[in-house]
């Protein structure tokens, strides 16, 4: 086996940093719901306020893709990150004004994309195939320790001092690390580009999307599996206020249960090195994750003391399979056409998680957390048919 250059290590170092500060600001609107509501915003528009940077993902993801395509990682990922910056320092200015917070949300959500679609095609560009799961479940860790950092902070600055106080962190966070990347990192050799209009060979610049579903069936897969985990990310905390927990003590524990999940990540991206399949492992997570979803309902129902250790499970398990697919598209897409497809990848993915906050609030007004989460539990079902029997890759 050859040996990864430490180059390889610390780029993916910094880009896992990368993503954790982005994550932490797409995550830190869910974490001031509480804060929200006790200001007299109904929970359903404080969960709309919520997803405002899923929604402005969506709109850049591709395109970040596409530069990231055509230009490189390190510029996309650094230049991101500074504009995030502003977008944040805009949302710190707007205070409790809450259209302009929304705004601001929206931009820094636009801004923070750059981070999703560069840092793991860099990750795919360094690492060779046989330590991908390995590396990309690394680099998965960070949306996990992003929403864990804004648990362990948002909510606690949020009551003690207000939303202005609760962004201050992800400003100096994303503005260090803007610096960092662009010294730091260094964009993976990438095949040549052929001229306008010179034919292809199969693997080296074709449209993957026209080869074969295989693409297809994935996104759809992780449009599915993606809401459980935002419903836990989005209202975990909440669930466990209603149960009696004091909002910091919640915000610990949905801290520790993201930090747990990404352990769980790199253990899941291993675990698909050794077996040598991505699809394989999707599948078991798609059943756990409809298992840990209905007992989660059972716990809401009974009133069980064990909403911790159930939550803590279930954020651990609906987390798992976001490394499986992003490294499965990013091997069936190729070089030449991987930052497109990771865009478009986790564009379906936050098009679903920008409806988990007013949809699962509203859900929660009318059926209550035990059916909700019941309801839930039918889209990994769902899934099941949709993951490809095989592997394909381009490598």
């Given at each position: ?34 804060h929200l509501h006790a200001q007299g915003l ?42 995030t910056t502003l977008a944040v320092a805009g ?86 690390l803007a610096v960092l990347c662009a010294a ?212």
């Amino acid at each position: 086996m050859v040996p990864t250059p430490v180059r390889a290590w610390v780029v993916l170092a910094l880009g896992v940093l990368a993503q954790t500060a982005g994550t932490l600001v797409v995550t830190a609107p869910a974490l001031l719901i509480p804060h929200l509501h006790a200001q007299g915003l109904s929970l359903a528009q404080a969960g709309l306020l919520a997803s405002a940077p899923t929604a402005g993902m969506v709109l850049t993801l591709i395109a970040w893709g596409a530069v990231t395509d055509r230009i490189g990682e390190r510029v996309v990922i650094a230049g991101g990150l500074a504009l995030t910056t502003l977008a944040v320092a805009g949302a710190w200015l707007a205070g409790d004004d809450t259209l302009l917070l929304g705004v601001a949300f929206l931009a820094a959500g636009m801004t923070s994309a750059s981070t999703n679609a560069a840092s793991g095609r860099v990750v795919v560009g360094w690492f060779p195939k046989e330590r991908r799961g390995l590396a990309m479940g690394i680099r998965q860790m960070s949306q996990p320790l992003g929403v864990t950092l804004a648990a362990v902070t948002v909510p606690q600055l949020a009551e003690a001092s207000g939303i202005r106080s609760a962004l201050v962190l992800p400003v100096l966070l994303c503005a260090v690390l803007a610096v960092l990347c662009a010294a730091g990192i260094a964009d993976p050799p990438r095949p040549p580009r052929k001229p306008a209009g010179a034919p292809h060979p199969v693997g080296t610049g074709a449209n993957p999307y026209r080869a074969t579903g295989f693409l297809w069936r994935i996104h759809a897969v992780s449009i599915l599996l993606v809401v459980p985990q935002f419903t836990l990310s989005t209202y975990g905390l909440v669930w466990l206020v209603t149960l009696g927990w004091s909002t910091s003590a919640a915000g610990l524990l949905v801290g520790a249960a993201q930090f747990v999940g990404a352990i769980g990540r790199i253990l899941v991206g291993s675990w698909s090195d050794h077996v040598g399949s991505r699809v394989g492992p999707l599948r078991v997570v798609a059943v756990s994750a409809a298992a840990v979803m209905a007992v989660l309902a059972l716990v809401d129902v009974a009133h069980l003391p064990a909403a911790a250790v159930v939550l803590v499970v279930a954020t651990s398990v609906t987390v798992a399979d976001n490394g499986l697919a992003y490294t499965s598209v990013a091997e069936a897409a190729g070089p030449s056409w991987a930052g497109r497809a990771l865009g478009a990848q986790n564009t379906g993915q936050f098009i679903a998680a920008s409806a988990v906050g007013p949809g699962i609030g509203a859900l929660v007004g009318l059926v209550g957390f035990a059916g909700s989460f019941l309801l839930v539990a039918v889209l990994p079902v769902l899934a099941l048919p949709l993951v490809p029997r095989a592997d394909r890759s381009q490598d």
